[in-house]
């Protein structure tokens, strides 16, 4: 009888170890880089507007020269992973990572004009099961946007280009 407890005791522990390990190892999606499982573009003259995904959705409000954009990257499965949001109204960048799995995405905006003015933001990468970041970009009304979507912080492991309108 004590044997099969001490057994029984034994396994136990052996799959929770296991669970842990399986659990806290950095993300697997992402090699080879996530792709693209939804993008939606909205002229903000026409807004207020709304989409759909399978985070939380997407609220444009009206700025009657703006072009607001959200991308939702996921796995080879289709698993949401990531999502990012330029909001013209405001120029506000928002900047989601929904899978903790030790991986995300890293964000290098720019826009035209002003000497290539530029700046590189990810979402905080807490143990939070949502990591959620928004930057008020204050660029100039009118201005194109560019999002460089990068896979490193490094910035050498491009994944996809945005553009947007502020």
């Known amino acids: 009888m004590r044997h099969r407890s001490l057994a029984a005791l034994a396994s136990v522990a052996t799959a929770a170890i296991a669970s842990t390990v399986l659990t806290a190892a950095p993300a697997q999606a992402y090699s080879p880089n996530p792709r693209v499982i939804q993008h939606d573009t909205a002229l903000t003259k ?86 959620v970041r928004t930057v008020n970009l204050n660029i100039p009304e009118g201005r194109r946007v560019t999002i460089q979507v990068y896979d490193d912080k490094a910035l050498t492991d491009h994944v996809r280009t945005i553009t947007a309108t502020a």
């Open 46 to 131: 026409y807004c207020p507007c709304r989409f759909n995904d399978v985070i939380d959705g997407t609220y444009f409000e009206k700025d009657d020269g703006g072009m607001g954009v959200k991308t939702v990257f996921g796995n080879a499965s289709g698993y949401a992973l990531a999502k990012v949001e330029f909001h013209p109204y405001g120029e506000k960048l928002m900047m989601y990572d929904v899978a903790n799995d030790g991986d995300g995405l890293y964000y290098k905006v720019s826009y035209e004009g002003d000497g290539g003015k530029y700046g590189v933001y990810s979402p905080p990468g807490t143990s939070n099961a949502w990591d």
